[in-house]
């Protein structure tokens, strides 16, 4: 017979595991969980129905309420699901968190993620298509804009619907582009040649070190806008094969590089960036030590908000044949696999989608902004319609011509937008090429073979989640 | 006055085994019973884990999906992924550097405090504040300190003539940079080999002064001897430490601090062990990873300790 405590010890580990196992999310029997959530999902779409009455509970995850433009269309679309108990789990989706639900079969009912993940989450099979969700609802697609609905459809079929805007605009620093005796027809992109003249001409020195930046190219991230002004995309349209080390694209890179290089380095220029106070009234513009850079258009806001009187010019950001180019980014709503209520988590996102929704919120924004005495900027949706009746019901001069200007390209820049499409590597194709951005302005790499090794990385991630995804 | 003596295993003798071995297997149930939390929380959430993370690395796991059985492949695809020997040299070099750094800097601040008297109090609070940052907290503010511009650091060497380098750019300077910033949460290892300081006996002191012994003397054939066991202790508890260094690396190079810009540099192996996790889905991967540092920590753990009989003493301890 065993002594006591090995007995103990026994029964203590067994009981330990017969939890663990119980507790397992990862077991063979959670695919047809899985599976039948699926089967569920889809068998409920017969019950996408406007006219259908609702019950049960809603959670949602990767949502908050932060401003009016969320308060104002959350109120409306839990209104419309009444009597569904709507919860939510505020801030930015937690991947690994809701990753986990649907593995453990107890996934949120919707989701709020950015659009760059789709790819990723509907591959895996972690999102259901939303097509029986569209033609139940009667959500009209059309009025959608054609790069954010790129963002979301995998395989030719639908798996979100789009949310928010953000694109690339020219910000500038009027009275140092006057000081060079430059324009912002300079700086936008139309001319790299132009760029690399007022970079030289604005860049400042005091004491040997770099004080004022002439251009900042926003490398690593805005490698994709540069790319496509040269003409080229990262990746290839059906989001199969990377296009990084395209001729173009390696030539976009040393471009970009060339204006840092011209301005100590970039090691020089993101420590002088990284001193600033980008989001308070000691910004690198009101500061006057930035000339000009491409950059999000809610930066816009901040600048009005933190600094309203600093020198500025706006205008969109252009390509070198001179058209009007800005890629397109944001979030959308997606309904995991697993979903219990999926009927009104499509409900939900129509009406948060809707332009009678979008058109109440930037109503309750241009009330907040006029009590601020501030001018109402804009909003920038998913959702072209929405967009254009806004900015004809809300949108007004604001008296200051900087704002004014800004707002216009901001819009301009909204009807030019391209995207990358969805593929089911997304965050692996993104960090092969931003560490290769890396390399160079490091010193570690030459363009051209950094581009070649993140071709090379990018492509054997591409083509493994593709080979999984056609095995299935 | 009558005596009775009993024979080895008389009725008497038998009896009073029983009821010690009763009584002993009694207060072992109750131990049992009164850790038996921790032992199940042990096992649920530390133990079938790990056991679990051994089978996961033998597997294609995405996550969301079942684990496909793939073998030894991830262990294959690791010694031809350059990622993994970028990040395994990055570690070693941080722990081969910053872990002697840690001792002798905490042993020094030690030291300083054992002078300091009176006001020793005031500044083990004011050593041990700046281990209450949160780390997330810490790689920002390596950002901020070691901005190649404006930085504290970079400032206060230009004061003695020195044009400091570009330490959260420039390849060469990123990992002397994480080395020195670590040095902030020295804390912690100093109230513990203060605390070692001052269980010194005294009179150890004493006898050295009569026979004429040094500071310097007092300190290599004393003080440090008499503390090895604590300063044993933080070398390896750092060295483990080292080599799962994480967040102050991520946080300044690849998370809140710049979600876009990156070094390679910094790229430690549990940075990108995270990647391939929670970032890229590859569990399977991850897994296995984590098991190859697993057993890197062992083996150093394991030279450390097998050093340790030669360098250390131990108050009690007979050789």
Redesign the interface.
């Known amino acids: 017979m065993r002594p ?2 090995v007995r ?2 026994v029964l ?2 067994a ?3 017969t ?2 196992a119980c ?2 999310g ?1 077991s ?1 029997d ?2 047809t969980d ?1 599976d039948e959530s699926d089967d569920n999902a889809a068998e409920s779409g017969s019950a996408f129905d406007p006219e259908a009455e609702l019950e049960g509970e809603l959670s949602i995850m990767g949502f908050g309420m932060g401003d009016e433009i969320a308060q104002v269309r959350y109120d409306e679309a839990v209104s419309v699901v009444d009597p569904v108990e709507v919860s939510v789990a505020e801030g930015e989706l937690d ?2 968190q809701f ?2 639900s ?2 453990t079969n107890d996934p949120p009912d919707l989701i709020r993620p950015n659009r760059d993940q789709i790819g ?1 989450f509907a591959s ?3 999102i259901i298509p939303l097509d029986e969700c569209v033609d139940g609802e009667g959500i009209d697609t059309s009025m959608f804009r054609e790069a954010a609905i790129g963002q979301v459809t995998f395989e030719g079929q639908l798996y979100a619907i789009p949310e928010f805007n953000q694109v690339q605009i020219t910000m500038a620093n009027s009275e140092l582009l006057d000081e060079a005796g430059l324009t912002l027809d300079d700086v936008d992109g139309s001319s790299w040649e132009a760029i690399e003249a007022a970079t030289e001409a604005m860049h400042q020195k005091d004491g040997g ?2 004080s004022v930046i002439g251009f900042d190219s926003k490398l ?2 805005f490698l994709p806008l540069w790319a496509r002004a040269n003409d080229v995309a990262l990746l290839s349209d059906d989001g199969r094969t990377a296009q990084l080390d395209d001729p173009k694209v390696v030539e976009a890179l040393e471009w970009a590089v060339g204006i840092y290089d011209m301005q100590d ?4 220029v ?3 960036r ?2 600033a106070d980008f989001f308070g009234n000691g910004n690198q513009f009101a500061s006057g030590e930035l000339g000009a850079m491409p950059m999000e258009q809610w930066y816009v806001n901040v600048l009005n908000d933190v600094s309203p009187d600093a020198p500025l010019a706006f205008s969109t950001v252009k390509s070198r044949t001179g058209e009007t180019i800005a890629y397109s980014s944001g979030s959308a709503w997606a309904i995991p696999a697993g979903s219990a209520n999926p009927e009104a988590a499509c409900r939900f996102i129509k009406t948060m989608t809707a332009t009678e929704s979008w058109m109440k919120a930037a109503e309750a924004r241009a009330e907040a902004r006029a009590e601020d005495d501030k001018p109402f900027t804009g909003l920038l949706t998913g959702n072209a319609v929405a967009d254009e009746q806004i900015y004809d019901a809300f949108v007004e001069p604001s008296g200051d011509e900087k704002w004014d200007a800004a707002i216009e390209a901001t819009y301009e820049a909204n009807e030019h937008t391209v995207s990358l499409p969805a593929n089911p ?1 997304d ?2 194709f993104k ?1 092969a090429w ?2 290769a951005v ?2 160079v ?4 790499q030459e363009p051209q073979a950094a581009m070649e090794q993140a071709q090379e990385e990018a492509q054997a ?1 591409l083509d493994e989640a593709w080979a ?1 995804w056609d095995e299935d | 006055m009558a005596t009775t003596s009993t024979s080895p295993g008389a009725p008497s003798d038998t009896s009073a085994l029983r009821a010690k071995r009763i009584s002993r297997r009694r207060n072992t149930r109750a131990a049992l019973l009164f850790i038996s939390p921790w032992i199940i929380g042990f096992l649920v959430f530390t133990a079938w884990p790990i056991i679990y993370s051994g089978y996961l690395s033998l597997t294609n796991y995405d996550v969301i999906n079942d684990p496909e059985f793939i073998g030894l492949d991830n262990y294959q695809r690791m010694l031809e992924d350059p990622k993994v020997r970028l990040a395994l040299w990055n570690t070693f070099y941080f722990t081969v550097l910053q872990v002697p750094l840690y001792v002798m800097v905490s042993l020094a601040l030690a030291l300083l405090l054992y002078k300091a008297g009176r006001s020793a109090g005031f500044f083990r609070t004011a050593f041990f504040l700046p281990k209450m940052t949160p780390p997330v907290a810490v790689g920002i503010l390596l950002l901020l300190l070691f901005n190649g511009q404006n930085g504290l650091i970079n400032t206060v060497l230009s004061w003695v003539g020195i044009d400091g380098p570009a330490w959260t750019t420039d390849p060469t300077w990123v990992k002397p940079g994480l080395i020195l910033i670590s040095l902030w949460s020295v804390g912690s290892s100093v109230i513990i080999l203060l605390a070692a300081l001052q269980n010194v006996p005294q009179e150890l002191y004493d006898s050295a002064r009569v026979d004429g012994a040094n500071w310097w003397q007092q300190t290599f054939k004393i003080t440090l001897p008499m503390i090895s066991g604590a300063m044993f202790f933080i070398f390896i508890v750092n060295t483990i430490a080292a080599f799962q260094t994480f967040t102050e690396a991520y946080t300044a190079y690849f998370g809140a601090g710049n979600t876009t810009y990156s070094n390679d540099a910094a790229l430690f192996y549990v940075i990108y062990l995270f990647q391939q996790g929670f970032e890229f889905l590859n569990m399977g991967y991850a897994s296995a990873m984590a098991w190859l540092l697993f057993l890197i920590i062992m083996v150093f753990t394991a030279l450390q300790m097998m050093l340790s009989k030669r360098f250390v003493y131990y108050e009690g301890e007979q050789r």
């Open positions: 006591a405590p103990w010890l203590v580990t009981a330990g595991l939890l663990a507790a397992s990862t063979n959670n695919s899985t991947i690994q990753l986990s649907v593995a990723t895996r099979g972690a070190k770099l690593p991230e380095g970039f090691g020089t993101k420590a002088v990284d001193s590597a965050a692996q960090t931003q560490d890396n390399r302005l490091n010193g570690q991630a999984a």
